[in-house]
């Protein structure tokens, strides 16, 4: 237990690092070494591991930097998220990146890759457009041309070439990931007392600043862990986290919810860490397609892809019904254009199928819970006194 609690400190202090002091270490040890971040959400991070690079997540300041020059770059009605990564761009703590990626979220990201490239901060700022066709031949076909300009961003700084093997070995890598990640949560939906929230919100997040290697070994001692019984179990609702995918919430929110009388069984937090369903293919001899296929075929549900042919609404019906719900809990950061859109699709389709919700919106900076906290404990009492 002792060694288990240690491992989730650790966890917290690469996590929320906005220096990212690993992965500067994990550089120097190697010159021909390369440093690439991204927002998120989603960014199949094999592309940059197989060219001995490390694909590194910013996913913003949160409640551990005040933003002063960030608040100039953007106007009020914005997210946090972009005036955080602003803030720490110009303060340093980005320098030992060598080049940036920024997917297509919103426009705010859209946006906040030219300033990068304005601030000249990195060697290249690429805004990584996602298809919203999905047939292979044309959405297949442009997603593909997007990793390969990735690819030869990275080429140009460490001149390190792609192999059909070293792919191939990094896919396998990231699979063995996304298995450990998905069985925690497996554990976790069947005894959610085992390994809290916030714990696996630290894991699965410190994944996104070290090697991938080292993460696999973190999330195997994770579940050995919670393989056997820790904990109590509590008189908790079961709930999903529906519209953090980008900009993340304190953990302040996230424990609030769980002490209100919430266990958390599945949630869009870290969502690229999750993105794709089930394995990509390891043993291709065109690895590139694989990595292809996987985005136009087993990409999750989110507000940030145009899936008009699988409504929204039924996926999170149905993430309910696997994961044995009590309901939802649909938390935007406020401004999130794509979660707000969204979100009155997706309350029709929960009210339709008798699925009780409640909405709320934060900042990631938010530093006071209280109203949250008595908005979630009035949720779990009413469907625990009523449903």
């Given at each position: 237990m002792?060694?288990?609690?240690?491992?989730?400190?650790?966890?917290?202090?690469?996590?929320?690092?906005?220096?990212?002091?690993?992965?500067?270490?994990?550089?120097?040890?190697?010159?021909?070494?390369?440093?690439?971040?991204?927002?998120?959400?989603?960014?199949?991070?094999?592309?940059?591991?197989?060219v001995n690079g490390l694909a590194v997540g910013i996913m913003g300041a949160g409640d551990h930097k005040q933003i002063i020059k960030g608040d100039a770059y953007y106007q009020s009605y914005i997210c946090h998220l972009p005036r955080g990564i602003i803030e720490m761009a110009l303060d340093d703590s980005l320098n030992h990146f060598d080049g940036f990626v920024f997917p297509a979220i919103c426009d705010?990201?859209?946006?906040?890759?030219?300033?990068?490239?304005?601030?000249?901060?990195?060697?290249?700022?690429?805004?990584?457009?996602?298809?919203?066709?999905?047939?292979?031949?044309?959405?297949?076909?442009?997603?593909?041309?997007?990793?390969?300009?990735?690819?030869?961003?990275?080429?140009?700084?460490?001149?390190v070439e792609l192999t059909t093997e070293n792919l191939n070995r990094s896919i396998k890598l990231y699979n063995y990931n996304r298995k450990l990640i998905e069985e925690i949560y497996k554990i976790?939906?069947?005894?959610?007392?085992?390994?809290?929230?916030?714990?696996?919100?630290?894991?699965?997040?410190?994944?996104?600043?070290?090697?991938?290697?080292?993460?696999?070994?973190?999330l195997e001692q994770t579940v050995?862990?919670?393989?056997?019984?820790?904990?109590?179990?509590?008189?908790?609702?079961?709930?999903?986290?529906?519209g953090s995918f980008c900009e993340q919430p304190p953990l302040g929110l996230i424990k609030?919810?769980?002490?209100?009388?919430?266990?958390?069984?599945?949630?869009?937090?870290?969502?690229?860490?999750?993105?794709?369903?089930?394995?990509?293919?390891?043993?291709?001899?065109?690895?590139?397609?694989?990595?292809?296929?996987?985005?136009?075929?087993?990409?999750?549900?989110?507000?940030?892809?145009?899936?008009?042919?699988?409504?929204?609404?039924?996926?999170?019906?149905?993430?309910?019904k696997k994961h044995d719900a009590d309901g939802v809990i649909f938390s935007a950061a406020s401004f999130c254009d794509p979660a707000l859109l969204d979100r009155p699709e997706l309350q029709k389709a929960c009210d339709e199928a008798g699925v009780?919700?409640?909405?709320?919106?934060?900042?990631?900076?938010?530093?006071q819970f209280k109203v949250i906290k008595e908005q979630a404990g009035t949720f779990s009492d009413s469907i625990k006194l009523w449903a």
């Open positions: 002792k060694q288990f609690n240690e491992l989730l400190a650790s966890c917290k202090e690469v996590a929320f690092d906005l220096r990212f002091t690993k992965a500067a270490n994990w550089k120097l040890a190697d010159k021909s070494r390369a440093i690439v971040g991204f927002l998120p959400i989603y960014f199949p991070r094999e592309i940059v591991h197989a705010c990201i859209r946006n906040l890759s030219g300033m990068f490239k304005l601030a000249e901060k990195g060697k290249f700022q690429r805004y990584f457009d996602y298809p919203q066709n999905f047939d292979t031949l044309i959405g297949g076909v442009f997603y593909r041309q997007e990793l390969e300009k990735i690819i030869a961003d990275v080429y140009a700084i460490n001149k976790r939906q069947q005894y959610p007392w085992r390994l809290s929230a916030v714990d696996t919100y630290l894991i699965i997040r410190a994944g996104l600043a070290i090697p991938v290697e080292e993460h696999n070994i973190i050995e862990a919670i393989s056997n019984e820790r904990g109590e179990p509590m008189d908790n609702i079961r709930v999903v986290i529906s609030s919810i769980e002490m209100a009388g919430c266990y958390i069984v599945d949630d869009d937090l870290m969502l690229g860490s999750r993105w794709i369903q089930g394995d990509i293919e390891d043993n291709s001899n065109d690895p590139l397609t694989a990595l292809t296929n996987a985005y136009l075929t087993q990409s999750t549900c989110s507000s940030a892809v145009y899936d008009v042919g699988n409504p929204k609404g039924k996926r999170v019906v149905d993430r309910v009780p919700h409640i909405n709320f919106q934060y900042h990631e900076n938010t530093g």
